[in-house]
């Protein structure tokens, strides 16, 4: 390892951590790295104050410049991995923070911050420190300054934007009124806290009514040179953005038409549509509902080792549990929380989140997302997001430790559920098709992310499609909104997930399956075609200089 690289990462990192310590602790903010050394400033919430923020951006061009100033032409193929991750952390921060100002537009960044404050604490730092009352009070009396930030700061806001941020608000308010949290924290001041509770939901209460009298607009980032560069600068990728349409479009038809085969197959003259309509969930409480995603865990772990498809480190434990009530706005219907130390008492949380109404069953208000469980397990937790996450925080490596992408991490979790589709785990043909309806799913977003901006799709196009698989047209709006304001993500998932693909068709007959998989997340989520150079290595017999590189 480039001890010039490896110190200019660790100031790097260490900036950041101290900067922004709930970002760089948890996985909502792809633009940040995972910083380490975030975990010790549990007492503090990030500062989005309008001036240190121009400082910030300085400090970080500043080490741009500097990485830049290392490379060179000849660097080594795993020295050349490390400086290409670290350009891409430091261009995903300016990109967010200095080019597209991501703290003027949403209002939702600094709720997030606010939830995953406190949840740092409630449901992660609780596991291994008895004495947490002050890191949640501390926090807790930040919260009317980073609003204050906000109102500050925030200058043309999105309609979407603004009408989840008010959803948010209402969450944070409920949860700090219902006081669930004094489960965990046991010993406090009652009075002191009682004041900075009252003082906490106050400023919730005046930002919500400071953005219902803000102007909002209906619009999104159209631009597809800012969609160009983004590829470029954060994602390492330089498919050229019709070429990335085409593959987008070609997997959304071909599952289309895989789909319409396996209906005719097994239930003629029905539709695809009409044999999943059919197709209930055997649960009756929330309880059977829960028990199902653990039991997919434990089946999905197992069969893994039992064929040998990927070597499964001893790592720390992942809990199910109903997605907690303030994160219910921000998290999907299921989600991955990643442990924030590297303490076996700490465990990595699989949240599912179970609708409220208690006058409907469990399949009635979930069928359409939880008949897709084993699909979803398998992205969530083994061989997704739990496992890639878990490899990743034992490299040795700190810079590849502590370095996600999106591209890689969404690529990786996408590829995860074809493994279990066509590895023999899934036997069932109506489960097959959910798997597939999925992929179309995440191709249509990737049509869109692409798309829309190069006026080949339109939204009209796109709720069609979104429809023909069998969602709701009031869903189908959120989902679109959502869609066109977080761009460049949209496309990770089908996109990513074709590179595997080309890289397994490639490699797999030489490498083994198991080892192809083993070498494809075992050094960090780089760039595929930095991926590509490794394995030609490793099939020429050069893997002397990978083997001391630490990784």
Request: charged letters at 30%; a positive charge; hydrophobic letters at 40%.
């Amino acid at each position: 390892m480039d001890k010039r690289l490896i110190a200019l990462s660790e100031e790097y990192f260490q900036y950041l951590a101290y900067a922004y310590p709930v970002m760089s602790l948890s996985d909502e903010f792809y633009f940040m790295p995972r910083s380490n050394k975030a975990i010790y400033h549990l007492d503090y919430l990030d500062c989005l104050d309008k001036e240190k923020i121009k400082q910030d951006v300085s400090c970080i061009k500043t080490l741009k410049i500097r990485l830049e100033n290392i490379y060179t032409e000849n660097m080594e193929l795993e020295t050349q991995i490390d400086w290409q991750l670290l350009r891409q952390s430091i261009s995903a921060y300016l990109w967010e923070f200095e080019r597209i100002k991501i703290w003027r537009l949403d209002p939702n960044i600094y709720l997030k911050i606010i939830i995953l404050g406190m949840d740092q604490i409630l449901n992660k730092v609780c596991m291994i420190k008895d004495n947490i009352q002050e890191e949640f009070a501390y926090r807790i009396q930040q919260i009317p300054r980073l609003l204050n930030e906000a109102k500050v700061n925030l200058t043309d806001i999105p309609l979407f934007y603004r009408d989840t941020a008010i959803s948010i608000i209402k969450s944070i308010i409920d949860y700090l009124r219902g006081q669930s949290y004094l489960i965990t924290i046991k010993r406090l001041d009652s009075s002191t806290f009682a004041r900075l509770i009252k003082e906490s939901i106050h400023s919730l209460y005046d930002f919500k009514s400071f953005l219902e009298k803000r102007p909002v607009k209906d619009t999104f980032i159209k631009e597809r040179e800012l969609l160009r560069d983004l590829l470029i600068d954060v994602f390492s990728y330089k498919r050229d953005l019709a070429e990335i349409f085409e593959i987008a479009s070609e997997e959304y038809q071909n599952t289309l038409d895989e789909l319409k085969r396996m209906a005719n197959a097994i239930q003629p003259p029905k539709t695809w549509q009409e044999v999943l309509i059919g197709y209930k969930l055997k649960v009756k409480t929330k309880k059977d509902l829960l028990n199902l995603y653990r039991k997919q865990i434990f089946n999905l772990k197992d069969f893994l080792i039992r064929y040998e498809l990927i070597t499964i480190p001893e790592v720390q434990d992942i809990t199910v549990e109903e997605t907690p009530s303030y994160l219910k706005p921000i998290r999907a219907s299921a989600s991955y929380s990643c442990p924030i130390s590297k303490d076996r008492r700490e465990t990595a949380f699989f949240y599912v989140a179970i609708d409220s109404n208690k006058n409907k069953k469990i399949q009635e208000i979930w069928e359409n997302i939880h008949q897709e469980y084993i699909f979803i397990t398998a992205h969530e937790t083994y061989p997704g997001h739990h496992l890639l996450d878990s490899v990743r925080r034992g490299i040795r490596n700190p810079i590849r430790q502590q370095i996600e992408s999106p591209f890689f991490y969404e690529g990786w979790a996408s590829y995860a559920e074809r493994i279990i589709r066509e590895s023999g785990y899934i036997n069932n043909t109506v489960q097959k098709m959910i798997g597939l309806r999925r992929e179309a799913w995440r191709a249509i977003r990737a049509k869109l992310d692409i798309g829309i901006r190069l006026n080949k799709i339109s939204l009209s196009g796109a709720a069609e499609e979104l429809h023909r698989l069998g969602y709701a047209p009031r869903r189908i709006k959120i989902m679109l909104k959502h869609y066109l304001l977080t761009y460049g993500y949209q496309l990770c998932y089908t996109i990513g997930k074709f590179e595997i693909e080309r890289l397994a068709e490639r490699f797999i007959s030489q490498l083994g399956i198991r080892n192809f998989h083993n070498c494809l997340i075992e050094a960090g989520e780089i760039p595929f075609e930095l991926i590509q150079k490794r394995m030609e290595r490793l099939c020429e017999g050069n893997s002397q200089d990978i083997i001391q590189s630490g990784i």
